[in-house]
């Protein structure tokens, strides 16, 4: 399997085992829990929103990963529900229907063209449909950028810089385009127990450096010394866009 997707599901793992706040209880809240309705999962990864939506709506679930397709596929099956599954680049996918809803949970920033994508969303858009996508806000993963400055980290991190300043220009872009355009946002605590949870998490973000691995183990043990567990907190930025009437 691909390292990437295998790192995103240790993310989603830990997000989901550890984290102290319902992620996914807010996605579905941010989009108005919808029945009945067509549905769009962009990235849609393992499935955690459109196995769910598909319950209640007709969802298409895209991703550029094929073990996610092939995994998507399986738990639908599993779980007897519904749902087009597609193996595609959201960049060049073109869906044959339109949609009440196009969903994008840390995902839309991969585009390589983000004004071009959110210009072929809107015509994927019924006219009162809903745009909703989200990735890191503001002190996102603070607690580990610290951690990791005390470990000797010295340099910036430039993946993650790249997804927050497409969340940051996202909305301008959107209203560019005729979208009128709402922030959200939401916290989820991560509560780590004990040292190899943070380091099997670290390793699976864009934060990882093989360098100082030794510091920064050497700096997560004293950590836990001191103080029963060490915080993460990931905070998440969520924009809704519907089309200006
Ligand atoms: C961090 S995961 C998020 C998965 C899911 N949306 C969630 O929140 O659980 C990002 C996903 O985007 C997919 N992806 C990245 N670039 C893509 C592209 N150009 N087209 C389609 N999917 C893409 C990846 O394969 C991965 O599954």
Same mark, same amino acid.
């Given at each position: 399997?691909?390292?990437?997707?295998?790192?995103?599901?240790?993310?989603?793992?830990?997000?989901?085992?550890?984290?102290?706040?319902?992620?996914?209880?807010?996605?579905?809240?941010?989009?108005?829990?919808?029945?009945?309705?067509?549905?769009? &999962?962009? $990235?849609? /990864?393992?499935?955690?929103?459109?196995?769910?939506? @598909? *319950?209640?709506?007709?969802?298409? !679930?895209?991703?550029?990963?094929?073990?996610?397709?092939?995994?998507?596929?399986?738990?639908?099956?599993?779980?007897?529900?519904?749902?087009?599954?597609?193996?595609?680049?959201?960049?060049?996918?073109?869906?044959?229907?339109?949609?009440?809803?196009?969903?994008?949970?840390?995902?839309?920033?991969?585009?390589?063209?983000?004004?071009?994508?959110?210009?072929?969303?809107?015509?994927?858009?019924?006219?009162?449909?809903?745009?909703?996508?989200?990735?890191?806000?503001?002190?996102?993963?603070?607690?580990?950028?610290?951690?990791?400055? &005390?470990? $000797?980290? /010295?340099?910036?991190?430039?993946?993650?810089?790249? @997804? *927050?300043?497409?969340?940051?220009? !996202?909305?301008?872009?959107?209203?560019?385009?005729?979208?009128?355009?709402?922030?959200?946002?939401?916290?989820?605590?991560?509560?780590?127990?004990?040292?190899?949870?943070?380091?099997?998490?670290?390793?699976?973000?864009?934060?990882?450096?093989?360098?100082?691995?030794?510091?920064?183990?050497?700096?997560?043990?004293?950590?836990?010394?001191?103080?029963?567990?060490?915080?993460?907190?990931?905070?998440?930025?969520?924009?809704?866009?519907?089309?200006?009437?």
């Amino acid at each position: 399997m691909d390292e990437d997707v295998l790192k995103a599901r240790t993310r989603l793992a830990c997000n989901q085992q550890l984290g102290t706040a319902d992620f996914k209880r807010w996605v579905l809240e941010c989009i108005g829990n919808p029945r009945n309705s067509t549905i769009l &999962d962009l $990235g849609c /990864g393992e499935g955690q929103f459109a196995l769910v939506l @598909a *319950k209640t709506n007709k969802v298409v !679930a895209v991703d550029l990963a094929r073990a996610n397709i092939e995994y998507v596929r399986e738990q639908a099956g599993k779980q007897n529900v519904r749902l087009h599954a597609v193996q595609a680049d959201f960049d060049h996918y073109n869906p044959s229907i339109k949609f009440d809803c196009v969903l994008g949970c840390y995902t839309l920033y991969y585009s390589k063209d983000h004004q071009h994508l959110f210009a072929r969303i809107r015509q994927w858009l019924k006219q009162d449909g809903l745009l909703f996508f989200c990735g890191p806000d503001d002190g996102n993963n603070e607690e580990l950028g610290q951690l990791l400055r &005390d470990s $000797g980290a /010295g340099h910036r991190f430039k993946s993650m810089d790249e @997804a *927050k300043s497409f969340m940051d220009d !996202a909305p301008k872009q959107l209203r560019d385009l005729g979208f009128s355009t709402q922030l959200v946002s939401f916290s989820n605590p991560i509560v780590f127990k004990n040292p190899s949870q943070i380091m099997q998490y670290w390793k699976s973000t864009a934060l990882y450096d093989k360098r100082i691995e030794g510091n920064v183990s050497r700096v997560i043990e004293a950590h836990f010394q001191s103080f029963p567990t060490f915080t993460l907190t990931k905070r998440v930025k969520g924009i809704q866009a519907r089309i200006r009437r």
